[in-house]
């Protein structure tokens, strides 16, 4: 009570004193310093509380900065730190959540302003077929059985003069490896074939790898190019197959003028059929 009193007697003005200690909590002494407290509120003073060590604890436990200076354990300061790194991955992850959001945004205000972007989101190219020869050079659907023929015929052929027996001869020697090629072309011209089932252009030379075959729904197959007009620069483009022979061989429009930077993956469906387009 004297300090309550010296305090009243000063100039300062409070607004509440607080009274710590050490001690457990003691219900009658924290039911007589409300009842003050109240007394002296109603009369216009400041007001009394208390807190007990529980109290001072729980203040601490709250609050991570005090926790981290006068209850450094170990199992507090990895808590501390998962919480730390959890907040961290939830800013980072709301970062790029409004990252993706406003690329999504831009997309499509791009689509909206009819720039020149597919269904996809790619650069879109009005691209045209030119065909080496004016015709069909070949029919894939009738072209396949005698594929599959020759592949069985000379693997025949090589399987059986490719045996002890008959290899050290001059004769058979050079039917072995006449049997190996053609069983290699007709595996060659059967891959080819299944592709151009699906209408796909692939790649018809190993040399030009702008050079294409092209099949229709008839099966009828084409010697083609296919080009267009860079979006970028408004070079000529050619439609070819890049990489290594060993693969993967990945078909672009790859603009000659900067062909690193200036490819595009091509949609070669949004071209009408081979032929149909072919002039008379």
């Not at 007697?9 to 924290?30: H, M």
């Not at 949609?267 to 032929?275: K, L, Q, R, V, Y």
């Amino acid at each position: 009570m004297e300090d309550i009193k010296k305090l009243d007697a000063s100039s300062w003005e409070v607004g509440t004193l607080i009274f710590a200690t050490t001690a457990v909590r003691d219900a009658p002494l924290v039911q007589w310093t409300e009842e003050l407290s109240n007394q002296r509120v109603a009369a216009g003073k400041f007001a009394l509380r208390i807190e007990f060590w529980d109290d001072i604890c729980n203040h601490i436990f709250a609050h991570e900065p005090l926790q981290q200076q006068y209850v450094p354990t170990p199992d507090s300061i990895t808590l501390i730190a998962f919480r730390d790194a959890q907040k961290r991955s939830e800013e980072a992850a709301a970062k790029i959540q409004s990252m993706i959001e406003a690329l999504v945004a831009a997309q499509k205000g791009r689509a909206k302003d009819d720039e020149p972007y597919d269904r996809h989101g790619r650069l879109s190219v009005n691209a045209k077929r030119s065909y080496v020869l004016k015709g069909p050079i070949a029919n894939s659907k009738r072209l396949r059985p005698y594929a599959i023929g020759a592949s069985i015929l000379g693997f025949a052929i090589w399987s059986i003069l490719g045996t002890p027996i008959f290899l050290h001869h001059p004769p058979a020697s050079f039917g072995f490896f006449v049997g190996l090629s053609t069983m290699m072309i007709g595996l060659m011209l059967v891959i080819i074939c299944n592709i151009l089932k699906y209408r796909r252009p692939t790649l018809a030379s190993p040399f030009q790898r702008d050079l294409l075959f092209e099949a229709d729904a008839s099966g009828n197959v084409y010697l083609t190019r296919i080009s267009a007009s860079c979006p970028q620069c408004g070079s000529n483009m050619r439609y070819r197959f890049e990489g290594p022979l060993k693969g993967p061989l990945v078909p672009r429009l790859v603009c000659p003028r900067y062909d690193q930077a200036h490819s595009l993956i091509f949609d070669f469906t949004s071209m009408p059929d081979a032929g149909s387009d072919l002039s008379g």
